[in-house]
Antibody, heavy 120, light 110 residues
Framework: QVQVVESGGGVVQPGGSLRLSCATS????????MHWVRQAPGKGLEWVAF????????YYAESVKGRFTISRDNSKSTLYLQLDSLTTGDTATYYC?????????????WGRGTLVTVSS | NFMLTQSHSVSASPGKTVAISCTRS????????VQWFQQRPGSSPTTVIY?????PSGVPDRFSGSIDSSSNSASLTISGLKTEDEADYYC?????????FGGGTKVTVL
């Protein structure tokens, strides 16, 4: 059974930083690319970032490029997202996800999310 | 880059059929797979359709997906609507280095 647990959210002032973590189990983490997705309160889903299985390629949404950094530690089966220069527009629940595991192993892969609130 | 546009909401009575559209602007809908997610209030998204028209086990066959190149759109159809189907539904596709979600469609069961 796939388990995905995000942590590290909280309240931060504009201009501040946070580091989110996503601990996984139940699948071979090192074999799969991983995504961060966010959802502002009452709004839709927004793709944030992707990292290839070996960490060699990283892609970002334009809205976060240059401010957020995705990374991973395959030895710990853990995904990270460093959030810098935060603005109120970054307030959202941040989900860790894999979109293709469902096609390969019939396993959905989403966490419950961690809430980031940017407020003064 | 590209965009995926969904109708804002749809409603129907139990037992009826609803179709949710997801129109791609910028590139062909057939160039990359479309995935559909269901998100009930207070819950994380779950996949109901992947690879345009495939259902994960555990998703009832009342859910079906298709693409239409002529309208450059994908569709999620829910037949035999049940109260438990009331949720937000999102389409997702990608293009080389970017993944894009549609804006979401709220399905209300009357």
């Amino acid at each position: 059974q796939v388990q995905v647990v995000e942590s590290g959210g909280g309240v931060v002032q504009p201009g501040g930083s946070l580091r989110l973590s996503c601990a996984t189990s139940g699948f071979t983490f090192r074999s799969y690319g991983m995504h961060w997705v966010r959802q502002a309160p009452g709004k839709g889903l927004e793709w944030v970032a992707f990292i290839r299985s070996d960490g060699s390629f990283k892609y970002y949404a334009e809205s976060v490029k240059g401010r957020f950094t995705i990374s991973r530690d395959n030895s710990k089966s853990t995904l990270y997202l460093q959030l810098d220069s935060l603005t109120t527009g970054d307030t959202a629940t941040y989900y860790c996800a894999n979109f293709i595991l469902v096609a390969i192993r019939d396993l959905d892969c989403w966490g419950r999310g961690t809430l980031v609130t940017v407020s003064s | 880059n590209f965009m995926l546009t969904q109708s804002h909401s749809v409603s129907a009575s139990p037992g009826k059929t609803v179709a949710i559209s997801c129109t791609r602007s910028g590139g062909s809908i057939a160039s990359n797979y479309v995935q559909w997610f269901q998100q009930r209030p207070g819950s994380s998204p779950t996949t109901v359709i992947y690879d345009d028209n495939q259902r994960p086990s555990g998703v009832p066959d009342r859910f079906s997906g298709s693409i239409d190149s002529s309208s450059n759109s994908a569709s999620l159809t829910i037949s035999g609507l049940k109260t438990e189907d009331e949720a937000d539904y999102y389409c997702l596709s990608f293009d080389s280095t970017t993944w894009v979600f549609g804006g979401g469609t709220k399905v209300t069961v009357l």
